[in-house]
């Protein structure tokens, strides 16, 4: 799938995606939370809201 034309957030969440073969499984929990906060970016920049998704911004444990 050639993912040149996808916002840079996708593809962003797309590349971290492609670390949980490499990351330790208690890790995936991190990656699967910055994917979600990229994905929500993305969607808000889509829908005008300029970044402000809920739930977009968590404090890092």
């Known amino acids: 799938m050639n993912t040149d034309s ?13 670390t949980l073969d490499v990351v330790a ?5 991190e990656v699967f939370e910055e994917m979600n906060r990229l ?3 993305a969607l808000a920049d889509l ?3 300029g970044g402000t998704a809920s739930g ?4 890092a444990p």
């Open 6 to 18: 996808l916002p840079a957030e996708i593809q962003a969440a797309l590349a971290r995606l492609d």
């Open 25 to 29: 499984t208690s890790a995936h929990v």
């Open 39 to 41: 994905l929500a970016e």
């Open 47 to 49: 829908d005008g809201s």
């Open 56 to 59: 977009a911004a968590r404090p």
